[in-house]
């Protein structure tokens, strides 16, 4: 017999869940605490299977029936009600979530696996770009075309570094997406297809060896913080990249033994790489740790010294000496490499110390000499061959074998 208004009101609750039955395998559930639940019982290809329809007397009778015979028509076209039902609020829930919630979970989850230039430049093109451009919109309303169009805002600055790096960033984000489920497709594949063409290969400016004593005697002209004007001397003795030496921190020198081990994970390659101290290196650091050594950093940030020096102070500086478009911090890398492949020394040796992978990848991979020995008794010949040209002295190039 079907169910009537007044048998459910008359159902009392029992010392265990008991069933007052309607038609078409809907029923009322009325719980020992009282509570009154509609369910539907149904069949999907043999399998049972239970769906509930809200709570008396919330849903009257007669909404009940209706939500049934609902679900029922969804049954005689093929589809599970209650399949359709997860997929509807987990539609609804990825409306709701936007852009940012998700951008900024993958970058919790990817930032201590990353280097911490790779953590740097991430946090700041997300804050700075993508998600002051898509970060308030719903993350499975976005669209291919909103991307490029926001990819192309980068590019019209003429950054095309900062634009491809933020399409890598894209497509990992919706990859993270993808395997939650809130999104059912990337749409940030293949942007690179319409990207801005690249402009030709631009390499850090460098002057010549030959002019090292005229760069060093304007520095000790210009005025410079103590920081500035030794950041500069040390990229020249150590060739390490600018941002390995600003973040820099006391505890990775050994200066009894002469070394500075920066951790892998601030390095690009992902490895630990160990740099040989010359004197004239050391001399530098040990009259810096008179100033900084309290602090943490060898460089602490004027401002907050548990920040390290701007990015842009010693670029500035070089500016400021005469050397915009002529030398980069960057730049004495490239200096230390032309000279000291000039002079005969071991490629091998020249690679490790600028702490650059071989081209060569699975040469790369079971390479692990570091060539400390030679590389201490290299950098010692290159920062005296620095101090005899700036005192006037003719520099013999001996070739080195290996």
């Not at 990819?151 to 984000?173: D, F, M, P, S, Y």
């Not at 003719?394 to 070739?399: E, R, S, T």
């Amino acid at each position: 017999m079907s169910l009537t208004d007044s048998a459910i009101k008359a159902a009392k609750p029992q010392e265990k869940p008991h069933k007052l039955t309607d038609a078409h395998g809907l029923y009322l559930l009325v719980n020992p605490n009282g509570s009154k639940l509609w369910k539907l019982k149904y069949r999907v290809a043999g399998k049972e299977k239970k769906l509930a329809l809200g709570a008396y007397p919330t849903v009257t009778l007669q909404k009940a029936r209706q939500r049934r015979d609902d679900a029922r028509q969804l049954l005689a076209e093929g589809i599970d009600p209650g399949q359709q039902r997860k997929a509807t609020k987990q539609a609804q829930k990825a409306e709701a979530l936007t852009f940012e919630t998700v951008a900024r979970e993958w970058y919790t989850y990817n930032a201590p696996r990353w280097a911490e230039s790779t953590r740097y430049k991430a946090k700041l093109y997300l804050e700075n770009d993508i998600i002051p451009g898509i970060g308030s919109r719903p993350i499975a309303g976005i669209t291919r075309p909103d991307m490029v169009e926001l990819v192309r805002k980068v590019e019209a600055r003429g950054t095309l570094n900062a634009a491809g790096k933020i399409r890598q960033w894209l497509h990992q984000i919706f990859r993270y997406a993808l395997a939650k489920g809130v999104v059912e497709s990337n749409p940030a594949t293949d942007l690179s297809v319409v990207a801005e063409p690249a402009k030709a290969a631009r390499h850090h400016p460098h002057i010549a060896f030959t002019e090292l004593p005229e760069l060093l005697e304007k520095l000790e002209a210009v005025k410079l913080h103590t920081f500035t004007h030794s950041a500069i001397r040390l990229l020249i003795l150590t060739a390490v990249r600018p941002g390995e030496l600003r973040a820099a921190r006391w505890d990775e020198f050994d200066l009894n033994c002469d070394t500075w081990t920066i951790p892998k994970e601030r390095m690009k390659a992902r490895r630990p790489h160990v740099v040989p101290l010359p004197r004239q290196a050391m001399a530098i650091l040990r009259q810096l740790q008179e100033i900084s050594g309290k602090y943490a950093l060898v460089f602490p940030g004027q401002q907050n010294p548990d920040r390290p020096m701007s990015e842009n102070t010693i670029n500035k500086a070089l500016r400021l000496m005469g050397y915009e478009g002529r030398q980069t911090g960057h730049g004495f890398r490239h200096l230390l490499s032309t000279e000291l492949n000039g002079r005969g020394y071991n490629g091998d040796w020249i690679e490790r110390q600028l702490a650059h992978g071989d081209k060569d990848e699975i040469r790369d991979t079971y390479n692990h000499a570091t060539y400390l020995p030679q590389r201490e008794d290299m950098m010692q010949a290159w920062a005296d061959s620095i101090d005899a040209l700036c005192a006037g002295a003719n520099v013999v190039c001996i070739k080195r074998k290996a």
